[in-house]
Structure formats: C-alpha cells, structure tokens
C-alpha cells in the first residue's frame, strides 16, 4: 500500500488533519492503529470501546529498529516528526535493516481485506532522508490562513509525490480544500507534547492580517466610491438624463429649401499611384561560389574563388529556395553554385626543378628530357584552341 506524508509549518494543522482523515475513519472501521502523537485515550474510549490504538516511542525504536516489527499486519502507523527515525542526509546502506525492510515491504503485510499503511509526519520532505522521501506516493501540504485575518481555518493541498512545502510544483497538485479547525477534532489528542492543553497563538499588540494595510484603506474605499459613481451615471444615461460633465446637443436650425441649380461640371483629377518599389536583390558575387557542403547535418558551407576557402554556418548565412537549392548572403553578395568567375584562377605549380639545384638543367638526362612535363604551360594545340576562342566572330551579312 502507499506511503503518504503531511507537511507544514508548525501549529499550521498536520497533526489535526492526520487525526481528521486518518485516525478517525481508521478507528470507525475497526482497524488496528499505531501512532506517536499524544492521544486522549479516555475521550476515544468512550467514542469507540473496542478501539485497538498502539502508542509507540520513537526514542525506543532508534534504541531497538526490531521494535518496528510489533506493528501487526494490516495496521495503520502514523510517525509524528519521522525525521528523528529518518534523518536528512542518511544513507540507505547505513540505515537500520528493520526500518529498510518494514518500509520497503509493508504492502505485503496483509491481514484480512487491510494493508498495512505508514503515514509520516513532519514540517517538510526535505527533514528525512532520501530513501525513505522516495517511497511518498501523496503528500498532504497544511497552510494556516493567518495572513488573511482567519487564524481559524487553514487550506490542505493534496500532491502526487514527494513535494516541498515551498517548492510544490503546481503541476503536481491534485486537490486543494479549505478548513476549520473544529474543537471536535481536537478533543482526541494534545497537539503541543511538551505541555498542556492547547495554546493560543497572538501576539499582544501585533495582528498579523494584509486586511490591515494602509493600501486596503485607500483602495477599497476609492473603489467603492467609484463603482456608485459610475452606476448612478450609467442609470442616469440609459433614463434619457444627462449626464454630468457631458455637452448637450443644440437643436438644429430649420432647414430652408431652394430651388435646385444646374451644377458645372467640375473636373477632378485623380491621383495616379507610382507603382511600389521592389527591393532590390543583391548582387551576383563575381568572386565566390559554393564549393561544397559538408557536416554531420550539412550544417558548414564551403566557398571557393579559385585561390581562397571559407567556411560558412548554413542556418545563419544560407537559405534554401523553393528548388533545393542553397543561396548564401555575404557582405551583400548573392553568391550560389553558379556565382563567381567562369575562369577561376588557378595557382601555379612549383618547378620542382629549380627548388633543387642538385638536378639542374646542367646535369638533366636526355630520358627526362624527352619526357611530357606534368606541370607547367599547357600544350600547344590547347593554346591554339584558346586563342581561337578569344577572337571576336565576325557576322557577315546574307547575301541571297
């Protein structure tokens, strides 16, 4: 079964509404129950005779963890100020076995329909440890409404899991209900173990309530003043009044009628719209082209202009058109696969003979000689053809 917690500030109703909604539906349905809080044994007695409540000390258990053991199966134990068995910081391979293994394994302690089920009590999670903070499957968050003016009533917030009662994240929060503290919920235990009776909470002289802020004093009356204002304006209006503050209308002159007149025509020029600008493109780059793209995700662009590389970040410089086709924008240039020179210049190859003056022209075979250079001017035939290239064509005239 699961393992449920109650959290908040002190005196603000954990044990109140672990007596509320655990202890006294436990005890109507006849169920064993083991608890620490101090419990005023005659007053259950005489509400429930066959009642079988089990008080336990914690300081005993911490002296002998076996002790947890006596819980017989399918009871209830409530742990008031479990951090003292469970402290912050503890680790789970230092922790007593007993207390590991009864948490751990306490839904299979069954007896009858009943599953064994533990409650922890504390002023918040992060006061015990983290092996026992991670079996919470609800936590029940008290709230005392002080700040409001009603130190009698309280708001109880239900989360799914361990939460903090000053980080409880709303996305967690399953139900949230308003209460009153009831003298008939107090009567079956004592709230304060270190005294008597139930002490009130008020400092003399001191009322801790926003209703008593000087704002609340000069708001709210300007607002009400306001809102009559306005309501008695707004019933003058609809009555056919006026209202307060508003020009009335001036009765128009009689309307004299005259003979109608040919009108002149009148000319009227209209306005001719110049027609809307388009933004200019950039400009082609007459430098650079895409060389290649390349990258787990295709994310770096390679440019190119025949002698220099450079790298761009295709998310940030580059955009692709409705083609496929990637469109980078650099110092205001367009530049694409097609951008650039046609005639991209090459560098020139190295002679690797004068970079040795050990094998010089002096010293060349005939063999090497007679050879086809790899590097260097191209041949003459290629030239010719360049040559031809660059002469301009002459169109002559048809003569038919």
Not at 88 to 113: I, Y
Request: net charge positive; charged share 25%; aromatic share 8%.
């Amino acid at each position: 079964m699961s393992i449920v917690s109650f959290c908040g500030k002190p005196r603000s109703g954990k044990s109140y509404s672990c007596i509320e909604h655990v202890l006294l539906p436990a005890l109507e349905k006849g169920r064993s129950v083991w608890c620490n809080i101090p419990l005023m044994m005659d007053v259950i007695r005489s509400r429930f005779p066959t009642a079988s409540v089990s008080w336990f000390d914690a300081g005993e258990w911490l002296r002998d963890p076996e002790s947890i053991e006596q819980v017989e199966p399918g009871s209830i134990l409530i742990i008031d100020e479990c951090w003292r068995l469970f402290p912050s910081g503890q680790k789970s391979n230092v922790a007593p076995m007993a207390f590991r293994s009864f948490l751990a394994e306490h839904g299979h302690r069954t007896a009858g329909d009943w599953t064994t089920e533990v409650v922890l009590i504390c002023q918040d999670l992060s006061q015990i440890a983290g092996w026992v903070r991670v079996l919470v499957e609800r936590t029940y968050v008290t709230t005392k409404l002080s700040a409001l003016g009603t130190p009698d009533r309280f708001r109880l917030e239900v989360f799914s899991g361990p939460v903090g009662v000053d980080r409880a994240p709303k996305r967690q929060l399953v139900q949230s209900y308003f209460k009153k503290y009831d003298s008939a919920v107090y009567q079956y235990y004592k709230s304060q173990t270190k005294g008597e009776g139930h002490g009130k909470e008020e400092l003399q002289g001191v009322k801790a309530s926003i209703w008593r802020r000087p704002i609340f004093w000069l708001v709210i009356p300007a607002a009400l003043v306001g809102a009559v204002w306005a309501s008695l304006n707004l019933r003058h209006f609809f009555k056919g009044g006026a209202v307060e503050g508003v020009p009335q209308p001036v009765a128009a002159a009689p309307v004299q009628h005259l003979a109608a007149q040919p009108l002149a025509a009148v000319p009227v020029s209209v306005p001719v719209l110049a027609p809307a600008r388009k933004e200019a493109s950039p400009a082609l780059s007459t430098r650079w082209r895409i060389a290649g793209i390349f990258g787990p995700h295709d994310e770096q662009v390679i440019l190119y202009d025949g002698r220099y590389t450079r790298v761009l970040d295709r998310l940030r410089d580059c955009t692709q058109n409705g083609y496929g086709e990637t469109r980078c924008i650099v110092e205001g240039e367009l530049i694409t696969h097609y951008s650039g020179r046609d005639e991209q210049s090459i560098p020139e190859a190295p002679d690797f003979g004068k970079l040795n003056p050990s094998r010089g022209d002096a010293k060349e075979s005939k063999a090497g000689a007679d050879r086809p250079s790899r590097v260097g001017s191209p041949p003459a035939a290629l030239d010719r053809h360049s040559q031809q290239l660059d002469r301009p064509r002459v169109v002559l005239p048809n003569q038919g």
